[in-house]
């Protein structure tokens, strides 16, 4: 398969992830007979520095014209702590997501068996917790008309849905129940908000072509509790952009690490593959990043082009660097490993899959070699 692949590195950690990310996709390619052709570009912050536009033409019309997005991070403290900054690194990417039609985000949670112990929630809790969350990525609040009066002391954010825009996330929402446990949770607002009460009718209407998915709907205060006290009750959790962005993040510390989770941004015609965590600028430069989650951001772009084996392999590798404890220290506080050697061992793997004789356990620990 030859894939052309746009790559927005962004800001931050962004640059030292997706470099490990493509060096995955490298050996994948080396291995498998693929060839992944990667054009880079601008966007967030530092486009803004050198263009003025968090998106430029330039990387949009990349993005338009390429089979998928591999993205990286955006933000910057000079932005974040400036509430008064009329161009935001933020803007750059719902810009895309709108111009790309991406208006689903997929994001798997499922904690590694190694690393129970590294989440802050009790192990009993967490074993075993396995789902999916879909949230709706470009409607609600996020994109709804937005106010503020001339003396800056009242300010608006309309949020918006219609059918159509909740019908089609929460038919790939069905879908993926059907190929998991066959339970969808719906979370929402309805005691309170109209677009809630409008998604729970979307949803029930469309549930009659899923019969076979048990349909329930939690508020989104209790799901944020339940995520805690129990995660192992959901398979699929479909909500709107908002409620999604915040659990999303809060399920993130199920795993142990917001550097471990990957997700992918789908449309009809345009797909884009990115860790959920942040820019993390204080890290930027010093080898420290978590990459796994760029990693396997990569492996969900070969799921997406149906090269299932392909990223089981990457999937592999991870696991096999988790339980080596070749990870970083955000993992394991005394980690002699970083961002590049989580990458280069990730990569090796790929190469010599087949013969794990070649890997070395004594040697991978103390820090001399990912293979000899």
């Known amino acids: 398969m030859n894939l052309k692949i746009a790559v927005l590195p962004g800001d931050g950690i962004g640059p030292e992830v997706i470099l490990q990310a493509k060096k995955a996709l490298y050996a994948i390619g080396e291995v498998y007979n693929h060839e992944f052709v990667f054009e880079e570009a601008l966007m967030g912050a530092i486009a803004i520095d050198k263009t003025g536009n968090p998106l430029p033409e330039q990387t949009l019309n990349l993005c338009l014209n390429t089979d998928a997005v591999l993205f990286g991070a955006i933000g910057d403290p000079k932005y974040d702590n400036n509430p008064n900054a009329k161009v935001r690194p933020e803007q750059g990417l719902l810009k895309l997501r709108k111009e790309l039609g991406l208006f689903a985000n997929i994001r798997p949670i499922k904690p590694y068996k190694s690393l129970l112990d590294a989440s802050p929630l009790k192990r009993e809790i967490i074993e075993g917790a396995d789902f999916t969350i879909f949230r709706e990525l470009t409607g609600g609040a996020y ?3 937005k106010t503020l009066n001339e003396e800056g002391t009242h300010a608006s954010d309309l949020c918006e849905y219609s059918e159509e825009e909740i019908t089609r996330i929460t038919h790939l929402a069905f879908k993926s129940a059907q ?46 509790m339940q ?20 659990l999303s993040d809060e399920a993130s510390v199920i795993t142990g690490s917001i550097g471990l989770l990957a997700s992918a941004s789908l449309g009809e015609k345009n797909a884009l593959f ?16 978590n990459p796994i989650a760029s990693i396997l951001s990569a492996a969900m772009l070969l799921e997406h082009f149906g090269l299932f084996k392909e990223a089981n392999v990457i999937h592999q590798a991870v696991e096999k660097a988790i339980e080596f404890k070749v990870v970083t220290t955000d ?4 980690s002699k490993f970083g961002t590049n050697e989580v990458g280069e061992f990730v990569s090796n ?17 103390i820090g001399q070699s990912t293979i000899v």
Do not use: C
Not at 184 to 207: F, G, H, P, Y
Not at 227 to 246: A, S
């Open 143 to 145: 994109f709804g008309a």
């Open 179 to 224: 190929n998991r446990r066959k339970k969808l949770t719906m979370v929402d607002k309805a005691n309170v908000l109209e677009t809630s009460r409008l998604w729970r009718k979307v949803v029930q209407k469309v549930s009659v072509n899923y019969p076979d998915v048990a349909l329930d709907f939690l508020f989104v205060d209790n799901a944020a």
């Open 227 to 246: 995520i805690i006290l129990n995660p192992k009750q959901f398979d699929v959790i479909l909500t709107e952009n908002l409620f999604g962005d915040i």
């Open 274 to 289: 990115e860790p959920i965590h942040g820019s993390y600028p204080q890290a930027k430069g010093k080898n420290i990043a």
């Open 331 to 334: 993992l394991k506080s005394d």
């Open 349 to 365: 793997f790929i190469f010599s899959k087949d013969d794990l004789l070649y890997f070395n356990n004594d040697n991978v620990h």
